[in-house]
């Protein structure tokens, strides 16, 4: 489905727009009440647009557009008026805006599962209204989890292959058997949603299906990041199939397919509450790069591993070349030349560090994204200006105090002669080093930073590799360091 309404900026519209949007949603079988809160809520935001997208008396368009794919249905409110912040405007999605009420409470009530802005450039700028249709959660399903004490299945032959369309609903029932309900990524647990993705070529998934044909374990190539890199996650083996190899073969089967696709490279966060999949990355030759510090919550299972967490899960991100790496210049504050020196050493990279110089323009660019499941939240800059630290300040104050987030990461860029400026403040107010991030912008690489709101210790955390252990002794250092000096 895909349809268009162009309006004017003129209010008496309006009745054109709810029947426009009363028609469409009541042929995709919604709830009434569902209907009736997103006619209301668009209703709304039309209103707002026609109010303040233009100067007062000047005419201009708003566009509708209404979109069904794979079970996502979304609308989307376009303008072409004055430009505004969307840095501002998406960072206000997180708590509602003030003279937007009606999307305050849209997703906490499941009338929409996404919203965020979007800048068209010369063509304006556009909110978009995500709910995902039908899709039944395998949480509410009769799969059980597996019990720590059931036998190892037979030995036996795996077809390791991209998987199926077909074969979503066992992906997201793998999740579930061996996480319960705990994983952070809540799309994992509806089959459409995972069907979609893999249709709208976001996530790849490589599979091991047992001799009858079941899947015995899942990894994915997630493309989420603006550098030509993608992160190896999703990672699940039925712990019946465990001890097997499944999860190597699984990622020799990726890495064939980043090859393919001509990606510079790939990562894996290694949760370090086991070596396994740490095991598994320095096995495939992956290098690493940083540490990341409470990224998951504590209540997160993990099929009879480890139970009973003391603290938020931290990771070891892992980096495969995938393309052979070009010596770099990067800008870093001299306090941590040495372990940066010994990061790129470690990736097998070469690098030189420049002379660092204030930023060269009044205004930055970033971008936020929000796992409400994990209390966490990345900020990525893109273009560093002389305001970047106090807008990722102001967004860190409000992440953590109106959406309760524990962790919050910062990317600055590593090529940007400002960057050492700009970590060096924000460690003025509680970010600490926690490593690089090679291709991990449009860019080039990224340094990366953290925010904790409760302090970690050691001892939960399990390492394979020597260099891990300098790495997270590093971090955990600065982490102290930073929380004295405020």
């Known amino acids: 489905m895909e349809m268009e309404l162009r309006l004017s900026n003129d209010s008496p519209l309006l009745p054109s727009v709810r029947a426009f949007v009363r028609s469409t949603l009541n042929e995709l079988g919604l709830p009434d009440t569902t209907v009736s809160g997103l006619e209301q809520l668009v209703d709304e935001v039309i209103a707002h647009t026609i109010e303040h997208a233009y100067p007062h008396g000047e005419d201009g368009a708003v566009i509708v557009k209404v979109t069904e794919s794979n079970g996502k249905f979304e609308i989307t409110i376009c303008d072409d008026g004055v430009p505004q ?261 470690n990736l097998g990279c070469g690098v030189r560090f420049g002379t660092p110089e204030p930023a060269n323009q009044a205004h930055g660019t970033l971008s936020i994204k929000v796992n409400p499941r994990a209390h966490f939240a990345a900020i990525h800059v893109t273009t560093l200006g002389q305001d970047t630290v106090q807008n990722i300040r102001r967004a860190a104050r409000e992440l953590v105090e109106l959406s309760h987030v524990e962790a919050l990461l910062v990317e600055l860029p590593l090529e940007d002669p400002g960057t050492p400026e700009a970590c060096e403040t924000l460690e003025q107010h509680g970010f600490g080093f926690t490593g690089i991030g090679p291709h991990f912008a449009a860019g080039g690489d990224v340094i990366k930073l953290e925010y904790l709101v409760e302090p970690l210790e050691k001892d939960p955390i399990k390492l394979f590799e020597p260099f891990a252990d300098r790495l997270v002794d590093y971090a955990l250092s600065e982490q102290k360091r930073v929380r004295e000096s405020m």
């Open 85 to 345: 912040d969307i840095q501002k405007l998406e960072s206000e999605l997180v708590k509602g805006p003030v003279d937007l009420p009606g999307l305050r409470n849209a997703i906490n009530t499941g009338m929409l599962d996404e919203m965020h802005w979007s800048a068209l450039g010369p063509s304006g700028k556009a909110l978009h209204l995500i709910k995902w249709l039908g899709g039944r959660s395998v949480k509410d399903s009769d799969s059980p989890q597996i019990s720590e004490d059931e036998p190892l299945a037979p030995e036996q032959d795996y077809d390791v292959r991209k998987s199926t369309p077909e074969e979503a609903l066992q992906i997201s029932q793998l999740i579930y058997r061996i996480y319960g309900n705990t994983y952070f990524n809540e799309d994992l647990y509806y089959p459409d949603r995972v069907a979609a993705q893999h249709a709208n070529g976001t996530v790849l998934s490589i599979v091991a299906a047992d001799a009858e044909g079941y899947l015995a374990g899942h990894c994915a190539l997630e493309f989420n990041d603006a550098g030509p890199v993608a992160e190896v996650g999703q990672a699940a083996v039925d712990p019946r199939h465990r001890g097997r190899g499944l999860l190597n073969q699984m990622k020799d089967g990726l890495d064939k397919e980043a090859r393919h696709i001509g990606l510079a490279g790939w990562y894996a966060d290694s949760v370090t509450v086991h070596i396994y999949t740490q095991k598994s990355n320095a096995h495939h030759g992956g290098h690493i790069c940083g540490v990341g510090l409470g990224v998951s919550p504590k209540n997160e299972s993990f099929g009879g591993i480890a139970e009973e967490l003391s603290q938020r899960v931290s990771c070891v991100i892992y980096f495969h070349w995938v393309t052979e790496p070009a010596e770099r210049e990067v800008f870093v504050a001299d306090r941590h030349h040495e372990m940066v020196s010994e990061i790129y050493e």
